[in-house]
């Protein structure tokens, strides 16, 4: 009984050790590639307070700054360097190009070591206009104090399926007197290798 119970406990403790040996060393995101695209086919920025709402197909490009990158928090992962406008549902958006490029941080991961679910990312830097009504125009930024946010999400493969956007975080706005005070995005886009509307990036723990 006694040898029973001393395998018994060393299996065990061989077990979790080496748990922890896989969950301290998934300390590293690594990316299939450096380059990725985001589309977004509906992408709403709407008023925080309710009323003012645009509707807008999206496509944002940019690139990983390394295809490896330690998980710590507000670091720069990515930088966004192109970004497109379509034909809106209801008012116009334009993107203030100047403002490229935008910048990309690492905020955190869902789920739980070594399988993460999703990775959180802020936006920073991002400046565009709206335009909800004739004769209003609409100047909204983000920065690390008011921020766009999202989810990354990651299916058992590995790969980032889509970009989900954090609807809780409100930008400011600035312009006509009929602004709105402040707006939230919200939608769901697909993330692609750049130059690929079928091939994903392929996120991994190492």
């Known amino acids: 009984m006694r040898n029973r119970l001393t395998t ?7 077990a979790l050790l080496l748990a922890l040996s896989v969950t301290s060393s998934a300390s590293r995101l690594s990316y299939s590639s450096k380059e990725f695209r985001i589309v977004w086919a509906s992408l709403s920025f709407s008023a925080a307070e309710g009323g003012v709402s645009i509707t807008c197909p ?23 360097t192109a970004a497109t406008v379509g034909t809106c549902q209801e008012g116009n958006g334009t993107i203030l190009t100047m403002s490229l490029p935008w910048e990309v941080t690492y905020q955190s991961f869902t789920g739980s070591l070594p399988s993460i679910t999703g990775v959180r990312y802020a936006l920073l830097g991002a ?18 104090t008011f921020p766009a946010a999202g989810e990354a999400r990651r299916d058992s ?9 954090d609807s809780s975080l409100a930008i400011p706005t600035t312009g006509n007197f009929e602004c709105p005070r402040s707006g939230i995005f919200s939608g769901s886009g697909e993330v692609f290798v750049q130059g690929s509307s079928t091939t994903r990036v392929t996120l991994s723990l190492i």
């Not at 490009?61 to 710590?72: D, I």
């Open 127 to 144: 400046a565009f206009q709206i335009e909800p009504g004739i004769g209003i125009r609409c100047l909204a930024r983000t920065s690390s």
């Open 157 to 165: 493969r590995g790969n980032i399926t889509s970009l989900i956007t």
């Open 8 to 14: 018994a406990t060393a299996v065990l403790a061989a």
């Open 58 to 80: 999206v496509t944002l490009e940019g690139s990983f700054l390394e295809r490896t990158s330690t998980k710590v928090r507000d670091a720069l992962a990515a930088r966004i």
